[in-house]
């Protein structure tokens, strides 16, 4: 499960060392976690990463199959999750240190910044391969973070794209050997750990308003 580290005034969160899939008790324990983040006050920034091969698979699919009937209200969970750490008070950096699939790939995109690791792992959006189409706060969150052609070229052929590459895209800030990772990230949180407060609080809202405005729609939140 996810734990939380501090580093003067930089926040860890680790994902975990597994799939770190969305399941429902994953989900509320990264929000426990930002919940602490959020009540520290003062100079912070948040670096978001994990322990292994995988940063995050996404959904938690097995799941899914069990309870079928609780998808629209664990979309609206994960909607919502996407929501938080988009519009967090502070700067935000994930640190890709293994494969970011799908929902994780997202999550990683509601970082202000992302640190990707050069020479193994893929970040990767499979939907149109795996038949599971975007919800529409989805497509407005990947829409919003990427330029149009790697936005279009990520979602319509579910190409997975080394650190390398991701760099080259747009889709990370940078690409660096593994044991640079989590350290890059920690670099840029740092430097950036004073201007976390109310107006980048508003900035975000602002800048991000009709993604928010989506992503927190709990009424048709599968579009």
Known sequence: MPTLDRHDDVFVLDLGDGENRFHPDWIAEVNAALDRVEAAGGARALVTAATGKIFSNGLDLDWLGDNGDKFQEYAV??????ARVL???????????????A???MLS???DFR???????????PEADIEIPFTRGMSALIQARLAPR??????????????????????????V??????????????AQAGKAGTTLATIKARMYAGVLDTL????????
């Not at 640190?115 to 959006?125: N, S």
């Not at 790697?150 to 690409?175: F, N």
């Not at 593994?178 to 740092?190: D, K, S």
């Not at 927190?216 to 579009?223: E, I, S, W, Y």
């Open 115 to 125: 640190v990707m690791r050069a020479d193994r792992g893929y970040w990767c959006l």
């Open 150 to 175: 790697t936005a279009h070229e990520a979602m319509t052929t579910a190409r997975r794209y080394g650190g390398s590459d991701a760099l080259a895209a747009g889709i990370v800030d940078q690409a």
């Open 177 to 190: 050997p593994e044991a640079e990772v989590r350290p890059t990230a920690l670099a840029i949180a740092a």
């Open 103 to 105: 929902a994780g790939a």
């Open 87 to 101: 519009s967090l008070p502070l700067i935000t950096v994930a640190a890709l240190q293994g494969h970011t699939f």
């Open 109 to 111: 995109l509601a970082h």
């Open 216 to 223: 927190r729609d709990k009424d048709n939140p599968l579009g």
């Open 77 to 82: 969970s994960v909607h919502a999750l996407f």
